[in-house]
């Protein structure tokens, strides 16, 4: 079970730092994902780490703006939203990969069986 928390409202230019929490199962040897959608929209990756956090991915759009990091003993990833633009609105959702202990930071939504049930993100101009 995935938990993610710190969404909000926040104006253009703010910060946000999103948190997922991963309840049972073996969080260590999975690699993450946060991933975004609006009303009517496909849901698309944000961010990912690998299980090692040693390859992580991020969308063009995000690059240079946010972060992801994991926690392993926390058994929680995070995402550190930075400069946040109002297309950045949405909800976040965090994912944990199918794969596990491949090192590969993962991009596609059917490479990730748990979900969480995400968090409202939203910035105002």
């Not at 849901?43 to 240079?64: E, M, P, Q």
């Not at 976040?92 to 995400?118: F, K, M, S, V």
């Amino acid at each position: 079970q995935l938990q993610a928390s710190g969404g909000g409202l926040v104006q253009t230019g703010d910060s946000l730092r999103l948190s997922c929490v991963v309840i049972g199962g073996t969080f260590s040897s999975y690699g993450m994902g946060w991933f975004r959608q609006n009303p009517g929209k496909e849901r698309v990756a944000v961010a990912a780490i690998s299980w090692t956090g040693a390859n992580t991915y991020f969308a063009d759009s995000v690059k240079g703006r946010f972060t992801i990091s994991r926690d392993n003993t926390q058994n929680s990833v995070y995402l550190q939203m930075n400069n946040l633009k109002p297309e950045d609105s949405a909800v976040y959702y965090c994912a944990a990969d199918r794969h596990p202990l491949g090192d590969i930071a993962r991009t596609e939504t059917y490479d990730y069986n748990d979900w969480g049930q995400g968090t409202q993100v939203t910035v105002s101009s």
